[in-house]
C-alpha cells in the first residue's frame, strides 16, 4: 500500500524559510514523479514544484521560482522542498502527490497524481 506522509508546515514570518518533508513508502515502479501542490481558502490546488525519481527533471511554478527549491533522498524515499523567501501569499495547505509521469505541460495539474498526503499548513504572517 502506497503511503505519501507530508510534514513541516509551521507559522513563519514574511521573509522567513521552512523545509517541508514528503516521506513515501510502498512504491514498486522504479521510476515515478512527486509533485508539491498548495491549496488556500477558496482557491484552486496549485502545483508548485515536481521532480522525477531520478532527480534528473525538476520544474517550478513561475510563482515560486528562485525561492523554492525541491530535492530528494532516495535513501530515505523522502523528497523535499525548500522555501525561502516566504511571502502572505504562500500561506495554503500544502500536499505531495505522486505520478507514473508527468510532463512539462501537464506536471501542474492535480488528475496526474494517483496517490495524495493529508496536507501540511503553511501560515505566513507577522
Known amino acids: 500500500q502506497v503511503q505519501v506522509v507530508e510534514s513541516g508546515g509551521d507559522l513563519v514570518q514574511p521573509g522567513g524559510s521552512l523545509r517541508l518533508s514528503c516521506a513515501t513508502s510502498?512504491?514498486?515502479?522504479?521510476?515515478?514523479?512527486i509533485g508539491w501542490f498548495r491549496q488556500a481558502p477558496g482557491k484552486e490546488r496549485e502545483g508548485v514544484s515536481c521532480i522525477s525519481s531520478s532527480g534528473g527533471i525538476t520544474y517550478y511554478a513561475n510563482s515560486v521560482k528562485d525561492r523554492f527549491t525541491i530535492s530528494k533522498d532516495n535513501a530515505k524515499n523522502t523528497f523535499y522542498l525548500q522555501m525561502t523567501n516566504l511571502k502572505p501569499e504562500d500561506t495554503a495547505v500544502y500536499y505531495c502527490a505522486t505520478a507514473s509521469y508527468v510532463s512539462l505541460d501537464s506536471w501542474q495539474q492535480p488528475s496526474q497524481y494517483e496517490y495524495w498526503g493529508q496536507g501540511t499548513q503553511v501560515t505566513v504572517s507577522s
Open positions: 510502498g512504491f514498486t515502479r522504479d521510476y515515478y514523479f
